[in-house]
């Protein structure tokens, strides 16, 4: 009688030995260097008196260290069932299972296989005992670099016309860092500014920003998005990564209840409107929170060659909250300022049994052609996990300033799609190809709750600039970087390639898209160690003291009355002047928080709001005009 592993597992020893057929019994029992019974029931009974006390210790002793690290994680696993992916993630190959024989049949057991039966489960009874002696695994660890290698080594294989030979190796890329923390909070500013202002509009099915709002978008990022547009090769062969952080804003505001939809535009909320005036940290934190749970887009939908998402595919989809909830435990885990890669942090999930899966069925997602070009292939549910991973990190973790950087151009950044069929024209699989190592920021620390409150990272101190007392700011060297360039472009007036002046004007256009005057002074300090001038100290000053003089209190309505004498008696009433306010002779202002308390208070003073009538002319009828419009 065999007995199949349930989800219970295997009770007794007896019980896995007699699953197994008397070929099987007979290898394993050929183990133990004595004579083997040939009846199946006194194999399996001598295998179980084989093991029996302290000779079970002695078995375990004799495995190799490989072999006895299987054993502990099954043993000290709560389903006593060993997990091959996470083994091989964790140390790096199998264990050995035993040798198969020339002609590749009749494998010939290993010891291991006293321990481990069918689908890798240990029995009950056999744990039980094994829990005495067998210490616990060695916990997963990541490897993080203290520093960025210069460049990175991009794998390549070519096609050599010459000599009918395909080259293989790797070439020199320069890598792009991307430090994000600062930007996120100015960026989160201007974007709710730019909602403020009606100039976000979204599809009202999608809530995916219009091509328009992504242009303006992108124009208050500071250095842009991260891949610039380029000339397409062709049109099958496109490099251009499209838009990410300007695509991913718009998003977060809305999934962060910051923005609700209005038509076809998002308006601030009370909470957004709150937003503009409280520390951006805390805001990201909650964006962040509220994103793990939203259903307003799956990530996956962005790796826009996978097909069948919308079909027959998507009943196999996962909840995206339950990925997006194992990618942050795991997140929260990397060590602060250390450099990871990418493919390191996807073996360390794999490692720690904290992965997880894009779809239950892979054979419903494909490539060009549902039948040839089906994901369910070997790889293919590898490739969907490891993109949607890195779709998360870069267009939303990367977003809010949770972590730094480290890109490459995504066309050819990766060949592990290579062997799918239909990729032949691809230039990258997904757009986030190119992200390569990531770090985690003081404030992605704060956001995944691994510290309590939020401190910024102090900004590097460098003798590269040098500010003088006619508020000009002159680079000292050679040593500046792309990145203060960009800082002093908006900030100060470029005079020359190292000159820039300190202005009023350019200040308060650098606040009003997000940035902060402290940070240009604690920038400065940094940048040329030494104290300010008197006269940069007071130009900051006034500046600072000025962006707090006027408040904006949202948006209001103009009403205009038919004449003097009625925009007097309302503005008075009783009813309705704690409603609205004076604005000339003949018009009133009403909030917009205020207007429908308005309306009641104008109601119950006997006029009516009138509607303006915005038919041509000529459709109109001669009714006179009401006393309020």
């Not at 308006?267 to 909650?286: C, D, H, Y």
């Not at 040593?479 to 005079?495: F, G, M, V």
């Not at 009625?566 to 009813?575: H, K, M, S, V, Y």
């Not at 309306?599 to 009401?626: F, H, I, M, T």
């Amino acid at each position: 009688m065999n007995y199949y592993v349930d989800e219970e597992g295997l009770p007794t020893l007896e019980l896995a030995l007699d699953s197994m057929t008397a070929e099987e019994l007979r290898k394993l029992a050929a183990l133990t260097g004595q004579k083997v019974p040939s009846r199946k029931g006194d194999m399996a009974a001598f295998i179980v008196q084989y093991l029996a006390g302290e000779r079970l210790h002695a078995v375990w002793e004799g495995l190799d260290d490989l072999q006895r690290a299987a054993v502990a994680e099954a043993v000290h696993s709560p389903s006593s069932q060993f997990n091959a992916g996470l083994f091989r993630a964790k140390y790096g190959r199998d264990p050995d299972w035993g040798s198969a024989s020339e002609s590749g049949y009749g494998r010939k057991p290993s010891s291991l296989r006293f321990f481990l039966y069918k689908g890798g489960v240990i029995p009950a009874d056999l744990k039980a005992q094994l829990l005495k002696f067998v210490p616990a695994p060695r916990q997963a660890t990541i490897a993080a670099l203290d520093r960025l290698p210069p460049v990175y080594k991009r794998p390549f294989e070519r096609w050599d016309e010459k000599q009918r030979t395909r080259e293989k190796g790797t070439e020199d890329v320069p890598l792009a860092v991307h430090e994000t923390e600062r930007a996120a909070q100015r960026e989160l500013l201007s974007v709710l500014r730019l909602a403020d202002a009606g100039k976000v509009a979204v599809s009202d099915k999608t809530r995916r920003a219009s091509a328009s709002t992504i242009d303006a978008i992108t124009t208050i990022l500071g250095r842009g998005d991260y891949y610039p547009r380029m000339p397409a090769k062709n049109k099958w062969y496109d490099e251009n990564a499209g838009p990410i952080r300007a695509f991913a804003w718009p998003l977060l505001i809305h999934a962060g209840g910051l923005a609700q939809l209005a038509g076809t535009r998002l308006q601030l909320t009370r909470a957004g409107r709150k937003a503009l005036s409280e520390p951006a940290a805390g805001t990201i934190r909650t964006l962040w929170t509220k994103w793990m749970d939203t259903t307003i887009l799956d990530e996956l939908a962005r790796v826009e060659c996978v097909k069948g998402q919308t079909g027959k595919g998507k009943r196999g989809l996962t909840a995206v909250s339950a990925r997006r909830e194992a990618i942050a435990g795991s997140l929260a885990e990397c060590p602060p300022g250390g450099w990871i890669a990418t493919e390191e942090f996807f073996r360390y999930m794999q490692a720690t049994g904290n992965d997880f899966a894009v779809t239950r069925d892979a054979w419903a997602l494909y490539i060009c052609d549902q039948q040839y070009g089906s994901l369910g292939y070997e790889g293919g549910a590898r490739i969907l996990n490891e993109r949607y991973l890195l779709s998360l990190l870069l267009e939303y973790a990367a977003t809010l300033g949770m972590i730094d950087v480290a890109l490459i151009p995504p066309a050819g950044a990766r060949r592990d799609f290579r062997g799918l069929w239909g990729t032949d024209e691809l230039s990258f699989f997904s757009r986030y190809d190119g992200l390569m190592y990531f770090r985690l920021t003081p404030l992605g620390a704060y956001c995944l709750d691994v510290e309590s409150d939020y401190q910024p990272a102090p900004v590097e101190v460098r003798p590269v600039l040098r500010v003088l007392p006619n508020l000009e700011i002159a680079a000292t060297g050679s040593d500046l970087e792309q990145s203060d360039r960009l800082a002093l472009n908006a900030y100060a007036t470029p005079i020359s390639d190292f000159v820039w002046r300190l202005e009023a004007g350019k200040l308060l256009a650098a606040v009003e898209l997000g940035r902060q005057v402290e940070e240009i002074r604690v920038f400065l300090v940094a940048r040329s160690c030494a104290a300010l001038p008197d006269t940069a100290t007071r130009l900051l000053d006034d500046v600072a003291e000025r962006t707090t003089k006027i408040h904006d209190r949202g948006l209001a309505r103009l009403i205009e009355c038919a004449d003097p004498a009625l925009a007097a008696l309302i503005a008075n009433d009783t009813r309705t002047r704690k409603h609205c306010m004076r604005a000339g002779e003949r018009h009133l202002v009403v909030a917009g928080s205020s207007e429908a308390a308005f309306r009641r208070a104008l109601r119950d003073a006997g006029y009516l709001l009138a509607v303006e009538d915005k038919r041509p002319a000529r459709n109109r009828s001669s009714n006179p005009q009401p006393a309020v419009e």
